[in-house]
């Protein structure tokens, strides 16, 4: 028995020897039998890292109608699948097509808020900060991010003002490149084949009353051939006003709204819009349509003048040019207005409380935020349109400017022409949150002049009443 038992350990040695032994030549064997084996081996470590990837779900809500967000894949080679890889995440996002706001108050009530939110609309950021049931965001950060880098996305002045908008840090803005800092929203842009055809150059829209005159020109032509034209086309139902407001500062109103319509910029922008509906150069309609109808509408080809924001929009920017901003003669310089950073037309990331999963929501958004998707969206030949709404100046930084996106970016920028002087636009503008754009709609439809002076003094009236009330 003591015999047995001294030479267990030398039996077990050598039996694990030769297993050891036999496993290293099964494994050369392989290798010089199957050149395919040692590819098989990566193949199987590579499935068993995909299969690692477990990413926790979160939900996202956005009011920004004109964003499609991206089907969120774990496929290989995928952005998406990086995204998870890298954050721990996966995103179930929603965009409702309509009453987003009415959607995410009754979510509110119900104590069941997404995860994360992007939200444009301000009153409905002021109405989820006095909720109390989203984050501030230096608490946020300080406890659930180490690196800093969506601190970074923005300027200490510009959270700064957040801070005193607010009443706090809780809003990240997004959605923005430093093109759409230092230039104005609204562009107006001319068709290069159609404003080939009739004859249109700088010079001969560079004032009200020559700008319209070309329009009916070939409006005029455009019948008389009988050839589908739409002479002129404004944005979408969700910049009308903002369109409106743009005009009057290419007519050197210098006022917020909404006293920039008591200026006589404002008043000559009314009319100019009230002319090319009676003229029937502005389609009554396409005021109603969405912004992917508009979009659908501008690469139809059958658009000469568009007015918008074209900083988001897919589109041949090779085939449009600009003139620059219309002007109401040739003495008045443009004010042209651009949004600062904290201004609360820019979608705002914002972080619900009843998040439950805080620390991949903050490599989320670091990431987001850190110019890296720039590249990721150039690697794997991505939709931008999936992912501008996560855009900021970092951005711009990462991105190669040989690249064909930092290209598309210049040319948008070339689009986006101005002339005279730009101004920012106030950061919060508490007088204009009860004005849109059905708020003109009694001047700008009127049948006639008498009837379009009746209705601007009926607006003018309203103006004057609402700022004393206030």
């Known amino acids: 028995m003591g015999v047995i038992k001294r030479k267990l350990p030398a039996v077990v040695s050598v039996i694990i020897l030769a297993a050891f032994v036999a496993g290293i030549s099964v494994y050369f064997c392989a290798r010089q039998g ?8 990566s193949d199987m470590e590579s499935s068993e890292k995909e299969r690692e990837v477990v990413p926790v779900g979160l939900t996202l809500f956005s009011d920004v109608s004109d964003w499609t967000p991206s089907e969120w894949s774990l496929d290989s080679h995928t952005l998406t699948r990086e995204i998870s890889e890298k954050t721990g995440v996966e995103i179930k996002a929603t965009v409702p097509a309509q009453d987003a706001d009415l959607q995410l108050s009754l979510l509110l009530i119900k104590n069941r808020l ?7 609309n301000p009153n409905m950021v002021k109405k989820l900060i006095s909720s109390g049931k989203v984050w501030n965001l230096d608490e946020f950060f300080n406890e659930y991010t180490d690196d800093g880098a969506a601190e970074a996305a923005l300027s200490a002045e510009t959270r700064k003002k957040l801070v005193e908008r607010d009443g ?9 490149n430093q093109n759409d800092i230092t230039g104005s929203d609204i562009s107006v842009i001319w068709n290069r084949k159609l404003a080939a055809e ?3 150059t700088a010079e001969s829209v560079g004032s009200t009353s020559a700008f319209t005159a070309m329009l009916e020109k070939a409006a005029g032509e455009a019948q008389n051939s009988d050839t589908s034209l739409v002479p002129v086309l404004f944005g979408g139902n969700e910049d009308n006003y903002e369109i409106a407001e743009y005009l009057a500062g290419s007519f050197g109103a210098k006022q917020s709204s909404p006293q920039i319509w008591e200026e006589q910029g404002g008043r000559s922008a009314l009319a100019l819009i009230n002319g090319l509906l009676r003229k029937k150069l502005l389609i009554p309609e396409t005021l109603a349509c969405s912004k992917e109808q508009t979009e659908g509408l501008v690469n139809d080809g059958n658009v000469l003048c568009f007015i918008g924001d074209i900083s988001h929009m897919e589109f041949d920017a090779d085939s449009w040019i600009s003139y620059g901003p219309v002007k109401l003669d040739g003495k008045t310089e443009p004010v042209l207005k651009c949004r600062a950073q904290s201004d609360a037309g820019w979608p705002c990331i914002m972080i619900s409380k009843g998040c439950t999963d805080l620390a991949d929501t903050g490599r989320f958004i670091a990431l987001m935020e850190s110019g890296q998707v720039a590249r990721m969206i150039e690697k794997y030949n991505a939709d931008y349109s999936n992912w501008w709404i996560y855009e900021n100046p970092c951005w711009d930084a990462c991105l190669d400017k040989d690249s064909a996106w930092s290209q598309h970016e210049e040319k948008i920028y070339a689009l986006e022409k101005t002339d005279g002087e730009v101004k920012l636009a106030d950061s919060a503008c508490a007088d204009a949150e009860d004005y849109d754009f059905s708020t003109l709609a009694g001047v700008i439809a009127a049948s006639s002049d008498s009837d379009f002076d009746s209705a601007y003094r009926t607006l003018l009236n309203r103006i004057s009443t609402d700022g004393q009330a206030k």
């Open 34 to 41: 199957n050149g395919k084996s040692s590819s098989f081996s």
């Open 168 to 176: 706090g840090w809780y809003c990240l803005p997004t959605g923005m």
């Open 114 to 120: 997404p995860d994360l939110m992007i939200i444009q």
């Open 198 to 200: 009739y004859g249109i």
